[in-house]
């Protein structure tokens, strides 16, 4: 059997997501104002324009387009289009935010055995959809025999230590 059936390619986390802008500068000011990422250091040796961000564990590479005006526009909203997801406290707030910065929003609820998940989405100035939700209250229900556990990191790790423990016995 496998050693690493759960896990072949060993990975640890999500490192970053790199996304194609018109503007480094309009989409770097989008990150850090209104999404609460901030600037790190980008190795020079890249002969491209672009800037990295970090924030909440995870990595933003923003890389500017060779030909901005050939990107394509997304005026509408659509939660079923590519987006990251951010968790967040507050609904509230975040909804209370996004008005007061004039940011277009689409609402949507998800309900699943009595829990219900809010979600708001919107698009970053090149039109690349963010999700803000309240997810960490819908269970991760694995599809094969574990016990239903909540989207939260500190659970999701426990879920993996435990799934790497049930291999690791199978193996022996």
């Not at 990975?11 to 770097?28: Q, T």
């Not at 040796?45 to 909440?56: E, M, R, T």
């Not at 659509?78 to 968790?87: M, T, V």
């Not at 919107?122 to 039109?127: C, E, I, L, M, T």
Request: aromatic share 8%; hydrophobic share 35%; charged share 25%.
């Amino acid at each position: 059997m496998k050693e690493n059936v759960g896990n072949p390619l060993h990975l640890k986390s999500v490192n970053h997501i790199s996304l194609i802008c018109r503007s480094v500068e309009e989409s770097m000011d989008f990150y850090q104002n209104v999404l609460g990422f901030f600037p790190i250091r980008r190795p020079g040796s890249f002969d491209f324009d672009g800037a990295w961000l970090f924030g909440y564990g995870i990595g933003i590479h923003l890389l500017e387009a060779e030909n901005p005006e050939k990107l394509p526009k997304k005026k509408e909203i659509n939660p079923k289009d590519n987006h990251i997801s951010f968790q967040c406290e507050s609904m509230g707030a975040v909804e209370k935010k996004l008005k007061e910065m004039e940011i277009n929003y689409v609402r949507a609820t998800v309900e699943e055995g009595g829990i219900q998940v809010d979600q708001l989405f919107f698009h970053d100035p090149d039109g690349f959809m963010i999700e803000i939700c309240n997810c960490d209250s819908l269970p991760v229900i694995p599809l094969v025999g574990e016990v239903a556990r909540s989207c939260s990191r500190l659970n999701l790790h426990l879920m993996q230590n435990q799934n790497q423990q049930q291999i690791h016995k199978i193996v022996k």
